[in-house]
């Protein structure tokens, strides 16, 4: 969920837009790949998964899908995105991926209901379609 919606803020766009389960399980394979016992554990001995027959579709390179994203979005996409839950970045851990670094320490010390925008900073400027992972300090 948290991935979708991290692809979703980056695009403007829902990452899986199908209009029934089958069509959105056909949309979540044709990107992130088939699941097989390597990356879920346990898929093939789910009844339902293997009734529909789905293809063994290959994942594609999410910079094709997400170009704002620089290396540190895409690699933490790609960690929310992964199918065993066990292997997925956590919620605890995700504010510390190198992806959040250009937003300086201080986002770490701000209260639950603070705006990220109260720090000095961060400050909102028209979207230039990328984003840099370079943290330059005020």
């Known amino acids: 969920?948290?991935?979708?919606?991290?692809?979703?803020?980056?695009?403007g766009r829902p990452m899986f837009p199908g209009a029934t389960v089958k069509e959105e399980l056909h949309l979540i394979?044709?990107?992130?790949?088939?699941?097989?016992?390597?990356?879920?554990p346990g898929i093939s001995s789910n009844e339902e998964f293997r009734s529909y027959l789905f293809p063994q579709y290959r994942p594609q390179a999410l910079i094709n899908?997400?170009?704002?994203?620089?290396?540190?979005?895409?690699?933490?996409?790609?960690?929310l995105l992964l199918y065993d839950n066990r292997s997925r970045v956590s919620a605890e851990a995700s504010p510390r991926y190198p992806y959040f670094t250009s937003l300086g320490n201080n986002?770490?010390?701000?209260?639950?209901?603070?705006?990220?925008?109260?720090?000095?900073?961060?400050?909102?400027?028209?979207?230039?379609?990328h984003r840099s992972s370079v943290f330059q300090p005020l």
């Open 65 to 79: 899908h997400v170009p704002r994203l620089d290396t540190e979005g895409i690699d933490m996409l790609t960690a």
């Open 29 to 40: 394979f044709r990107l992130v790949g088939t699941p097989t016992e390597e990356t879920w």
């Open 107 to 129: 986002i770490h010390n701000l209260a639950d209901t603070a705006s990220v925008f109260s720090l000095k900073e961060l400050q909102l400027q028209k979207d230039p379609g």
């Open 1 to 11: 969920g948290v991935g979708c919606i991290m692809f979703e803020m980056a695009t």
